[in-house]
Each structure stands twice: as C-alpha cells, then as structure tokens.
C-alpha cells in the first residue's frame, strides 16, 4: 500500500466540501465585511473621478492660455458663428435663401411677361406679330 497519493481522500479538506456543492460556513460578519468592501469601493471611485475632473481642469486651463495666446477658438464657439453666419445673409450676395422672397416678386409675374411679349413683339416682323397677337 502506498503511504499518501494527492487523489487520496484524506488530503482533503472542509473547503473542498464547498467547492463540491457543501454546505458553507456562515460568517456572522460576512455582510457587515461585504458592506464595508462596497463603502471602500465607491469611496475609490469618487476619489478617482475626483482626480480626474481635477486632472481635466488643469488640461483646459492650459488649453485656453493656449487658445489666448494664439487667437484660436473652441470648436462650439467656431461651430456656433458658422451657423450664426449661414443664418445671417450677407450683403451683396449672390445667393438667396430660398423661403425669401423679395418685395413686389410672384404676385406682378403676369404683369412681367406681358410688358415683355410686347417688348419682343415690336422687333418682330408684320406677319409674326399678328400670328402672336391671336
């Protein structure tokens, strides 16, 4: 016979009863220590974004004295006057926008065509005119 073998059952112990589906020990403690765990844990978290807000300030700080020194802008602020110039027609323009209508367009277009039918009319030959004119 041999003296001891790992497979022997005698090397085992009470946690393997747990690990083969045993009934476990219950800690008195063991919701109070799990509490304080969950307290240590949120209290890291809140110290790390803490840190890193800190951290973040002091990046924008020095990205504004940059930003100053060198005449630039955010990007909300360059986005925000490119808007604000699409909206704001510009004298001189070519373009319109399109829901803009100027003064005395679209009602008088009859009155338009008219006056210049007869503009082109006078420069036609005799015969021309009067097949137009019917």
Do not use: N, W
Not at 87 to 109: F, H, M, N, V, Y
């Amino acid at each position: 016979m041999q003296p001891f073998s790992p497979h022997s059952p005698a090397g085992a112990t009470k946690d393997m009863g747990k690990m083969l589906g045993g009934e476990e020990e219950k800690d008195p403690d063991a919701q109070k220590k799990e509490d304080e765990r969950q307290e240590a844990l949120r209290q890291q978290e809140d110290e790390r974004k803490a840190k890193h807000a800190r951290m973040e300030a002091e990046r924008e700080k020095v990205r504004q004295q940059i930003r100053d020194k060198y005449g630039l802008k955010k990007k909300e602020e360059k986005e925000a006057e490119e808007k604000a110039a699409l909206e704001q027609p510009c004298e001189g323009s070519l373009t319109r926008p399109k829901k803009a209508i100027p003064a005395g367009c679209g009602d008088d277009e009859d009155e338009e065509e008219e006056s210049i039918l007869d503009t082109v009319l006078k420069y036609l030959p005799g015969p021309l005119q009067d097949m137009f004119k019917k």
